[in-house]
């Protein structure tokens, strides 16, 4: 397992270049948010995605699929934004929340049959570099485990658990994370939001 460090507030050049060209080869990374550490992959690449759900042991057509996007705009392009929803995501975010959004039809095969996707625009530097590096969204989603006590905040340890994971080499250690996930807001009917999850952040 190869380790990447980027802390702060100005990401390493060579870890989010190194990260993001994984990405594109479909590999997936562990890397630093605004909340947990989490597992990434091209959002945009459908074998990727279903390694990604394999590696979490979770079912792309049951759970719900996230994706995290540079910004707003960026977030459009994947998920349909009226007005309302537009003045919610403006007011929230970047921050610790997962928006739950109609998704569009720009979203790969494995989003099919599928009529909502998450959106995440974490408050992490080397997160939003490495979405404009790749040029298009990551797939992410948390790493928890029913199986751990507690939630693995170090990113070497992280490295050290799932070092010879098939398809995974890459960690970026981004400093210590926290053991809280996003909070999770249905935004599909966005003059009534629901908070289905109450994460880190205050909605």
Do not use: W
Not at 17 to 36: F, N
Not at 59 to 69: E, H, T
Not at 83 to 93: D, V
Request: glycine share 8%.
């Amino acid at each position: 397992m190869r380790i990447f460090k980027s802390y702060g507030s100005t990401p390493d050049s060579r870890a989010v270049k190194e990260a993001a060209e994984a990405l594109r080869d479909g590999q997936i990374i562990i890397y630093p948010t605004d909340t947990l550490y989490a597992f990434g992959c091209d959002g945009l690449n459908n074998r990727a995605i279903e390694r990604l759900c394999r590696i979490k042991g979770i079912a792309p057509d049951k759970n719900l699929l996230s994706i995290v996007c540079a910004d707003i705009s960026d977030a459009a392009e994947y998920a349909r934004i009226d007005n309302t929803a537009f003045r919610t995501l403006k007011r929230y975010l970047p921050g610790p929340y997962t928006f739950i959004l109609p998704a569009s039809l720009k979203l790969p095969k494995v989003f099919k049959g599928r009529k909502s996707v998450g959106i995440r625009i974490p408050d992490n530097a080397f997160a939003q570099a490495l979405v404009r590096e790749l040029g298009g969204p990551v797939m992410t989603s948390s790493i928890t485990s029913a199986d751990d006590d507690e939630i693995i905040t170090d990113a070497e340890a992280l490295a050290l658990k799932y070092d010879g994971t098939p398809d995974l080499d890459i960690t970026i250690d981004g400093g210590p994370g926290h053991n809280i996930g996003s909070t999770i807001v249905d935004l599909r009917q966005s003059a009534e939001p629901e908070i289905l999850r109450q994460g880190l952040g205050e909605f």
